[in-house]
């Protein structure tokens, strides 16, 4: 992808056209490299790094970065090359674990991998299946965003499906696990963040809009998802009743409704 693109000062309108328009080379290269199978898949461009599809891309060039496995070697090239961020308005979804540590103090480690690892399956398949861009994995959450420029215009919807399909397999029955989800509309800083002197790449969002949809998610019961008016407005329909939600750290109150 280096090739493709003009290095710019701070890279700003570089980051603003992929995330909330959606460059044309980055979009054409998702679109077919989704075509492919199978999971796990570069978190941006999508080439796909198993099965037949994971052989392909070996033969084109692409495989997993050394540096990061989360992207192939073609990706982490280009935040290399052109490390930056920009203000983009988007979705972003929050889930965690409740009761963690007693679960894991009386159960044990391993069942309390295993937990997890039913969660994060079950999550991430909600958020893929509706055009989510998966962030990061925290221990027991996962966080997810919908872009504008991956998503579509309709990335506040998208995200209120994902979200409902999250607590409903919550509420599952026997074996469920006991998860809070809140998700959120607004204007975040998404761009590289590096450690290791930057042997270590990565993409990540900042910004109060964040912190309120990880305090949404925190403030919701297990087996809940509470929606913000922002995001619930935007999406369109029926939304419920709205309550009023002091948020730790958060200096106004906060319009969201449960979705449960």
């Not at 988007?90 to 894991?104: E, G, K, P, W």
């Not at 480690?109 to 991430?124: G, H, I, Q, W, Y």
């Not at 398949?125 to 925290?138: E, H, M, R, S, V």
């Not at 002197?197 to 925190?218: C, H, K, M, P, Q």
Request: glycine residues 10%; contains cysteine; neutral net charge.
């Amino acid at each position: 992808m280096t090739e493709t693109y003009t290095k710019e000062d701070g890279n700003t309108e570089l980051w603003h056209t992929i995330f909330a328009v959606g460059h044309p080379d980055l979009s054409a290269q998702q679109s077919f490299h989704a075509k492919l199978p199978r999971d796990p898949r570069c978190k941006l461009c999508k080439a796909p790094f198993a099965g037949l599809g994971g052989l392909y891309m070996r033969f084109r060039g692409k495989a997993p970065s050394s540096r990061n496995k989360n992207y192939c070697n073609a990706c982490d090239g280009f935040l290399d090359a052109f490390p930056g961020g920009a203000e983009v308005g988007m979705s972003v979804l929050f889930a965690d674990i409740r009761n963690s540590t007693a679960f894991a103090e009386s159960a044990g480690p391993k069942a309390a991998s295993e937990r997890v690892n039913r969660f994060l399956d079950s999550a991430t398949k909600a958020i893929t299946d509706n055009d989510g861009f998966i962030l990061a994995f925290y221990g027991d959450c996962i966080v997810a965003v919908w872009p504008p420029g991956f998503s579509g215009p309709d990335h506040a919807r998208l995200a209120l499906t994902a979200a409902r399909a999250i607590s409903a397999d919550a509420r599952a029955g026997d074996g469920a696990v006991p998860v809070g989800v809140g998700v959120h509309l607004g204007e975040v800083y998404i761009g590289t963040v590096q450690a290791a002197r930057g042997l270590f790449r990565d993409v990540s969002i900042f910004g109060v809009e964040v912190n309120i949809t990880a305090r949404l998610a925190a403030a919701a019961a297990a087996g809940e998802a509470l929606a913000s008016k922002a995001l619930t407005d935007a999406a369109g329909g029926d939304a419920g009743a709205m309550r009023s939600f002091d948020l730790k750290g958060i200096s106004q109150p906060v319009e969201a409704t449960s979705l449960t």
